[in-house]
């Protein structure tokens, strides 16, 4: 056994069947050894790509994602795509060739100190460093991955070490979990506040942990929120909510990091004296706790979020605030917009109506939806069982990996990519994937020819005559193009037209991109809350 069969076994011993990867040359003993170990190699056309669908993939199934790249300029591709796996809490194991160990400091073909470039996205990097540990190596990594808060972990892969011989297959797989003994000091004061807000962090949305969430709010009877999206608590998908989050009297964080996303958990987002109890995995993230709340925090404690949560579901008693409880929901669910259709195009809420009543058809429906004005849209529209966003780290482009690889691991599911024509043009090449892995997913972008997050702020910050820059080629056909990469579209100019135009595209043995012409218009703001 070489090193790559003892790489690839160990995959094997940890339940990974599917590795998205973009092949080179440091990497091919592994997709040698893939053959007999029995691993699924799905093939991208760009080194982020595999990193956003293990990413994809990880969220879908809960399992770990794995992607492999090459070495040098493959991996350093994939770098952007292991921040927003980081951001989002997602444990992706992120393989990368390696020039050889026997070579280090001759100036080898690619030799670059990957760990070292890795080790700020990732929470953990390392390089194996001999067939023998290499097993070992790999599944401490998988252990770090999935332990505490989940992230992204890194393993450079020397040449020499995947093809010598002497490979181990490493077989403990066991995360580390922090258990959690003060719940009950936490109840007291949860049970006190008459207006309490749970706060929970990406990976524990409710498209992830949607039974564990919902528990928690049945047994402590207090609304339970978890943060997620890039634009904290502007996401549109919170509808009017912080137009009355001034109004709790206590803050509970479980595993939720706080930050921009929060408000900072502080004046203005927050009255100035509410109290706040954090629970999290990380030191780091109470001492911020500390920081941003002074004596305001008054309860600070190191577990897992799901030890914690389980332990806090355990022993609660609920309690009783049926006018909070609906206030929050009320607030939640509004959605008065301020925006004016100029009604030459179709506006981006009808994309998302269409999109929703595919939704309420009964079938599992999975949502992915990229950032930008367009997503905001889609975001603020549409609610499925699992719907996956591009997240804290506000990267866009990636939603079409995670859709292809949403598909990939639930075939039998309807899987919806929702983006903007800037941000398709990240990954378009996607499409092809999609057609020769035959991940049948429909993609709808809105095309309104602009970087639109962009234009909005030139219009907002600048002035309407200050637009500069941020246009796109109107006759651009992205229906056209995955036509001609193997899938299936159509251009939409006519919002009467999307129901009949998701029912084609749903209804087919291809992957399908509608290319809808929209309005450019800013994110929804909700007005009139009381």
Known sequence: MNGANALTET???????????????????????????????????????????????????????????????????????????????????????????????????????????????????????????????IAEAIRIAKSGRPGPVHVALPFDVLQNSGGVAGTDFTAHEQPFSNAADVLIQLNQAKRPLILTGPDFTDSRRHQELEALRKATGAPVLPIESPRGLRDPALGAFPFILKETDFILSIGKILDFSTGFARAPALSENVPVIAIDPDETALERAAFLCQDRLIGSYTADTGQAIKALTNIATPV?????????????????????????????????????????????????????????????????????INGLSGAIGGILCYAIAAQLARPEAKVIA?????????????????????????????????????????????????????????????????????????????????????????????????????????????????
């Open 11 to 137: 995959l094997r011993n940890a339940g990974v069947k599917t590795v998205f990867s973009l092949s080179g040359n440091q990497i091919m003993p592994v997709y040698d050894a893939a053959i007999d170990s029995g691993l699924r190699i799905v093939h991208t056309r760009h080194e982020a790509a595999a990193v956003y669908m293990a990413d994809g993939w990880a969220q879908v199934t809960g399992e770990l994602g794995v992607a492999l790249v090459t070495a040098a300029p493959g991996f350093a591709n994939a770098i952007s795509a292991l921040y927003t796996a980081k951001m989002q809490e997602v444990p992706v194991l992120f393989l990368s060739g390696d020039s050889p160990i026997g070579g280090d400091g001759t100036g080898t073909f690619q030799e670059l100190d990957q760990v070292a470039i890795a080790a700020p996205v990732v929470k953990h990097a390392v390089r194996a460093q001999s067939p023998e540990t290499i097993g070992e190596t």
């Open 320 to 388: 009783e605030r049926p006018e909070w409880l609906a206030r929050v929901s009320k607030a939640l669910t509004h959605r008065k917009e301020t925006s004016k259709s100029n009604g030459f195009l179709v506006h981006s809420r009808n994309v998302g109506e269409s999109i929703q009543r595919v939704v309420a058809g009964g079938d599992e429906v999975i949502l992915c939806i990229d950032g930008g004005e367009c997503g905001q849209w889609m975001q603020s529209a549409t609610s499925s069982g699992m719907r996956l």
């Open 418 to 530: 929702a983006m903007g024509d800037g941000t398709v043009g990240f990954h378009l090449a996607e499409f092809e994937t999609a057609a020769r892995e035959k991940a049948n997913i429909t993609a709808v972008i809105c095309n309104d020819s602009l970087w639109n997050a962009e234009h909005q702020i030139q219009i907002r910050d600048y002035g309407i005559d200050r637009t500069y820059g941020c246009g796109i080629l109107p006759e651009a056909r992205y229906d056209q193009v995955a036509v001609s990469l193997g899938c299936e579209g159509k251009r939409i100019t006519d919002a009467d037209k999307l129901d009949a135009a998701f029912a084609t595209a749903l209804s087919g043995d291809k992957p399908y991109c509608l290319d809808v012409l929209t309005e450019g218009l800013a994110a929804p703001v909700y007005e009139g809350f009381e």
